[in-house]
């Protein structure tokens, strides 16, 4: 019989990985990046005309690689891209063990 376990929500954690938060964080704000640049049909170059990078970073990032680019960097990216950025500071629920970070597209 397979032995089935529920996952925490975040892959990074359920892998093991020490930054796993952050990790999930940038994962997110990459996905909303190639979503805006997908939806806008902009070509990879055009988006790095729009962003201020170069072609192979934004070939990076649409490919879902964020190494090198910081959380601060990703949202400065996301309000190159006309979007407003809240973060939003509150109290974990006595019930959860750990705080967590969670990115939230509206």
């Known amino acids: 019989m397979t032995k089935i376990t529920?996952?925490?929500?975040?892959?990074?954690?359920?892998?093991?990985?020490p930054?796993?938060?952050?990790m999930l964080t940038k994962a997110e704000l990459t996905r909303q990046i190639y979503t805006i640049i997908k939806a806008r049909g902009l070509t990879q170059t055009a988006a790095a005309k729009?962003?201020?990078?170069?072609?192979p970073d934004?070939?990076?990032l649409m490919g879902g690689r964020y190494?090198?680019?910081?959380?601060?960097r990703l949202i400065h990216l996301?309000?190159?891209?006309?979007?407003?950025?809240?973060?939003?500071i509150k109290r974990k629920p006595?019930?959860?063990?750990?705080?967590?970070?969670r990115?939230?597209?509206a």
Not at 50 to 55: S, V
Not at 94 to 101: C, G, L, P, W
Request: glycine letters at 10%; charged letters at 30%; a negative charge.
């Open 67 to 72: 190494s090198g680019f910081s959380t601060d």
């Open 50 to 55: 729009l962003l201020g990078l170069k072609q």
């Open 78 to 88: 996301l309000t190159a891209l006309d979007r407003d950025v809240d973060i939003v």
């Open 6 to 17: 529920e996952g925490s929500g975040n892959v990074f954690k359920d892998l093991g990985f």
């Open 103 to 105: 990115v939230v597209a």
């Open 94 to 101: 006595r019930s959860r063990r750990q705080a967590k970070v």
């Open 58 to 60: 934004v070939s990076s």
């Open 19 to 22: 930054d796993s938060e952050e």
